[in-house]
């Protein structure tokens, strides 16, 4: 992209995507446009030839935190040439995910996966898919949760550029891309939101820049913001003429998630991350760094996680395209002339001539109180006539809660994408 080849040492100045690339996946990265992650071929809308676009994996996103162990290799102030999310400790040693909150939500994954099973008629092998799986936490879990019938038929891919931990069960393949035609369901729980993307900024003439960065944080403007990048800002995010406003340029992520619904045959892809839709852009962007348990400013070099909200309703339109190009909607039984693109309270449906089977935008909220989920406490009689099952109730209760919580982990969105199967979360 623009800006982004325009230096090559560690002091100078270079794009947010090539400085985000080298800093979270190491120093081979440095300068590429492709990354290890999901390969694939498509069609988006803005970007005429997709072939070959890789996005990288992210292990984990943040929430909230918890305390983390020295890095090794440092390449600035606590850094790694390996990369952040090569680091020891891995990502939870910087922050938690829904993964990390609660069993309960590996669990309700594993419900999901159980209605896509159903949804494919019960195949003889049903494939689960961990996009950026971290060192395995919610592949292992969902598999732990699964009953004997389904489990039995699975094969698990967790999907990531670190290697492969110690004790992970012989049964998950461990790979750097996901297989190509899943059946099944494919999880990217938090991985978006890291692949890096460029920056723009308004400068005072009300032009569009991009922001170029050195590996100590120290931000520049570059030149104006053109090509691909300029048709994504006016589609998506048009960031106004007023200077000092900045958004950033999802479309390596549209092109990540079109690569990975591509590879799914037959089934279910889902994005989980904090996210943004048109009508409520954030004026001045979202980049931030995760460091040691708590948020700090973005610097990149490898010290810290590099995150930033996605743009799900760009992405819902690039995967919906995708599904498009091989799979009309599905009719819905008992209904032949209703097809799968229905919605339900706190959803979006992504639809036109071009979208089918119709893609979705939902919160976590509804996601998970439509996998059974919800929260409630447990009736105060059950204390007084199983005391041991209402502690148990009333903890699931308060981890149900945290999952689901307005202004937390609630609030992040859920791009649910069917391929060839109606939607196993439409009621």
Do not use: K
Not at 258 to 265: I, P
């Amino acid at each position: 992209m623009t800006g982004s080849g325009e230096a090559t040492g560690s002091g100078e100045w270079r794009g947010w995507r090539a400085a985000t690339q080298a800093a979270l996946y190491g120093a081979s990265g440095e300068g590429a446009t492709a990354t290890p992650g999901v390969t694939g071929a498509t069609d988006v809308a803005g970007a005429a030839d997709v072939a070959g676009v890789t996005g990288v994996m992210r292990p984990t996103g943040a929430t909230a935190a918890t305390g983390a162990t020295g890095a090794t290799g440092a390449t600035g102030s606590g850094g790694s040439a390996e990369g952040f999310y090569r680091r020891p400790e891995g990502p939870a040693g910087h922050f938690r995910t829904s993964v990390h909150a609660s069993p309960l939500f590996a669990e309700a994954v594993a419900r999901l996966l159980c209605r896509v099973d159903e949804a494919l008629g019960r195949p003889e092998s049903l494939d689960f898919v961990d996009m950026a799986a971290g060192r395995g936490e919610l592949v292992a879990a969902v598999l732990a949760a699964l009953p004997a019938g389904v489990l039995s038929r699975t094969r698990a891919y967790a999907v990531e550029i670190a290697d492969r931990p110690e004790g992970l069960a012989h049964r998950i393949e461990w790979l750097r891309e996901p297989p190509s035609a899943v059946t099944g369901l494919l999880f990217a729980n938090e991985w978006l939101d890291n692949v890096p993307v460029e920056v723009a900024e308004v400068d005072a003439a009300g032009v569009a820049r991009l922001v170029l960065v050195r590996q100590d944080g120290t931000e520049r403007l570059g030149e104006p913001v053109s090509g691909a990048d300029a048709d994504w800002l006016g589609r998506w995010w048009p960031p106004g003429g007023e200077e000092g406003l900045r958004a950033e340029i999802g479309l390596p992520r549209d092109l990540a998630w079109a690569s990975a619904v591509a590879c799914v045959g037959r089934g279910l892809a889902v994005a989980v991350d904090y996210a943004h839709t048109a009508d409520a852009r954030p004026p001045y962007g979202t980049l931030t760094g995760f460091r040691d348990g708590r948020e700090t400013a973005p610097v990149p070099d490898g010290s810290c996680d590099i995150t930033a909200h996605v743009a799900l309703d760009a992405c819902a339109e690039a995967g919906a395209r995708t599904a498009a190009l091989t799979h009309a909607p599905h009719p819905l039984a008992g209904s032949p002339g209703r097809c799968a693109t229905g919605t339900h309270p706190g959803s979006r449906t992504i639809t036109g001539p071009d979208t089918r089977p119709g893609a979705r935008l939902l919160t976590q909220r509804d996601a998970l109180r439509a996998l059974g989920l919800t929260g409630a406490r447990p009736p105060l009689a059950l204390a007084s006539t199983d005391p041991v099952a209402y502690v148990r109730a009333l903890v699931n209760a308060g981890a149900a809660g945290e999952l689901t919580a307005p202004g937390g982990l609630g609030d992040f969105g859920w791009l649910v994408q069917p391929v060839g199967i109606p939607d196993p979360l439409t009621p």
